[in-house]
């Protein structure tokens, strides 16, 4: 057994012991064993991490045979190479984090066995996806996590909203895993396998390949990465499929920094940067992927400055940042793009946590309006929401600095149209974002208590358990940009990334971006310190000032608030039509035809006879007597008319 069997197994082997024998074992050991098992794991991926881009072992390692069907054959393998070992660090260490935070938030809860068992499972199905050696297994692994997030976004089931959000997660993740699903078909249906290594080597003899569909010639790798991304858009909630990801902040808050800030929203990232041998020679994708993901930033960070639920705040920032991933993506910046994943991963997981230690200190409260003035008494707790927005926001030395700027940088440089569409909403999207973080922490820690006075008299800071994981993140959102930019998007990137992403020679945005002008590299920092100076301006000095903007602006502000009306129009376009249909083929089309003509309708008419036959049934004798003296007239009839012939 190898330590990368113990990284993968060993949260499953968690999720089994507190699921299956929680109550036996009772809460604490359950909470225990789940701890230490994520806890070795991250510990083991950064010995990985060294190995394999330290030292260069680059391996697969065989599980076990999984499928053997005629000529089919799929292998369950750990492909352990640089973007695994990346993927693995930012997994299991903030998975661990979270569920030592977990220990401290959900102290209170009833069912906290169940819960450290689903964390782990989650854990265990997001491992799975990220060390896929093949196709089939990565989509085991993408609907592992899938109904993982369904079981955690719902995990307090008594409430309604939960139930709502859970099936919303699902039914929506359902859509892109769809296209997901024919995406891998199409691939196999082209090369005959579904391994990676074997549909990557493929991949530049398809190059401009096509197929016979509908009447039409569709090129095979366009439509096979664009049905690939499909399934990225539902995951990464990208715009159209991000409707689900709000929703889903009624789960838990260690969930929301589990499932938003490191794991399940990346894993589309991850996928497509898995594919890159894929989408290098699929330029359309490219520039849709692009297009969506310059889009999503744009859209989620306008959104964002309306919300006052804290949470529903930092999710709109998760979808933003998402978008910056997959515009570096659709430019062929895979290293930058993996590289915001990974110091994203420790800014957002400390502002999500961060956000639960206001939350838990405040009795339940998640709405900002109700806070105020919370920074003297959880001043750990606000120093640690300073670090994380101050990373968000991308100022200089902080992780986000490193990896957002050269996303704008390699956007810029990629000198395409699409690239340019990108550069200018990214930067738009940046000062929006800068806008929305202090938003957040004016309104929440700053000017007058807002909050009940006998919620503010019992404000208190978190438990150690609880600011320990905070501690560390902070300390990622500070150092893992200047400590990793070197490598991941340095110069000398090639080294680092092996031949686990591959870029074709004529897409240089990654060489170009390191040479742009200067106001490109200061721009970023230029319009985080606007945002930051507007954001003080209306929460600070003149309080009044957003009020006075909204009644101005009432349209804009509502557009806003209702989040562009996507679920409005969804409502009316699907969910509608399809319990209109839905009603028809049951009172219609079951009860009337099939019920009605069926099951029914012989029972009815059994009834009706039985109803009239009744009738017959007076109770007297002489009606029985004249009956008997009928029937035998008739037989007596009967006889010699029949005798007669």
């Known amino acids: ?82 973007l695994t070992a990346v993927m693995l660090v930012v997994v299991n260490t903030v998975s661990a ?50 109904l993982a997030s369904y079981l955690l976004i719902g995990f307090w089931f008594h409430k309604p909203s939960a139930n709502a959000a859970a099936i919303k997660a699902f039914v929506v993740n359902r859509v892109g895993d769809f296209g997901f699903a024919l995406g891998i078909m199409t691939l196999f249906f082209a090369t005959g396998s579904v391994s990676f290594e074997t549909v990557f080597a493929a991949a530049p003899d398809l190059a ?76 359309d994708t490219l520039a849709f992927v692009t297009v969506i993901g310059a889009s999503t930033a744009f859209f989620a960070a306008t959104v964002g400055l309306a919300q006052n639920d804290i949470k529903r705040v930092i999710a709109y920032s998760t979808c933003s940042q998402l978008g910056y991933m997959f515009f570096a993506l659709g430019v062929s910046a895979y290293p930058a793009a993996i590289f915001h994943l990974f110091t994203h991963a420790f ?8 956000a639960g230690s206001v939350i838990h200190a405040v ?80 309104m929440t820690f700053h000017g007058e208590p807002r909050a009940d006075h006998h919620v503010m008299e019992h404000v208190h800071e978190s438990p150690w358990v609880m600011l320990v ?17 070197p490598g991941m998007i340095g110069h000398h990137w090639q080294e680092f990334w092996g031949n686990s992403i591959v870029i074709l020679p004529d897409h240089k945005a990654m060489e170009a971006a390191h040479d742009v002008p200067l106001w490109v590299k200061l721009g970023p920092i230029v319009v985080g310190l606007v945002g930051i100076f507007v954001a003080w301006i209306a929460y600070i000095r003149d309080t009044g000032l957003p009020a006075r903007a909204v009644k101005q602006h009432q349209v804009l502000y509502q557009f806003l608030l209702n989040k562009w009306y996507f679920d409005e129009i969804y409502d009316f376009l699907f969910v509608r039509p399809a319990m209109w249909l839905g009603r028809l083929f049951w009172k219609g089309g079951d009860g009337k035809i099939i019920d009605g003509l069926g099951p029914d309708g012989f029972a009815a008419t059994v009834v009706r006879l039985a109803k009239r036959a009744s009738i017959l049934q007076s109770g007297y004798v002489y009606h029985y007597a004249f009956a008997m003296l009928v029937g035998v007239a008739a037989l007596v009839t009967y006889f010699f008319t029949v005798m007669g012939h």
């Open 363 to 442: 009795d339940g409260e998640q709405d900002m309006r109700k806070m105020g003035g919370l920074w003297k008494h959880i001043k750990i707790t606000y120093a640690m929401m300073w670090i994380g927005s101050l990373a968000l926001a991308g100022l200089p030395f902080f992780a986000g600095y490193y990896s957002k700027d050269m996303i704008l940088e390699a956007a810029f440089a990629a000198g395409s149209g699409v690239g340019q569409y990108a550069f200018v909403l990214g930067m738009a999207a940046a000062i929006l974002t800068a806008f929305y973080s202090w938003r957040l922490l004016f």
């Open 208 to 283: 401009g390949k096509t197929f016979n569909f509908l009447g039409g010639e569709w090129d095979i790798l366009t439509v096979a990465t664009f049905l690939l991304f499909l399934g990225a858009m539902g995951k990464s909630a990208q715009l159209g499929l991000h409707t689900w990801l709000p929703d889903a902040m009624e789960g838990p808050t260690p969930v929301s920094a589990l499932i938003h800030a490191a794991t399940m929203v990346t894993a589309g990232v991850f996928m497509v940067a898995r594919c890159s041998p894929l989408f290098e020679y699929a330029p």
């Open 1 to 82: 057994m190898t330590i990368y069997h113990l990284i993968v197994f060993l949260p499953l082997l968690a999720a089994i012991v507190a699921g299956f024998f929680g109550r036996r074992i009772g809460d604490a050991a359950s909470m225990a064993a789940t701890c230490i098992a994520v806890g070795i794991g991250a510990i083991l991926s950064w010995v990985a991490l060294y190995q394999v881009v330290g030292q260069g072992n680059v391996v697969t390692v065989k599980v076990l045979d999984w499928i053997d069907s005629g000529s089919f054959s799929v292998d369950w393998a750990l492909k352990i190479d640089q």
């Open 97 to 146: 984090l979270v569920h030592i935070y977990s220990v401290g938030y959900m102290s209170h809860d009833p069912s906290r066995p169940r819960f450290f068992a689903y964390l782990s499972l989650f854990t265990f199905a997001m491992l799975m996806l990220v060390t896929a050696d093949n196709f089939v297994q990565l989509y085991m692994g993408w609907e592992g996590v899938g």
């Open 347 to 354: 800014f957002k997981a400390l502002l999500f946590l961060g």
């Open 469 to 485: 994981p905070l501690f560390v993140l902070a300390a990622g959102a500070l150092f893992a940009g200047v400590a990793f930019a």
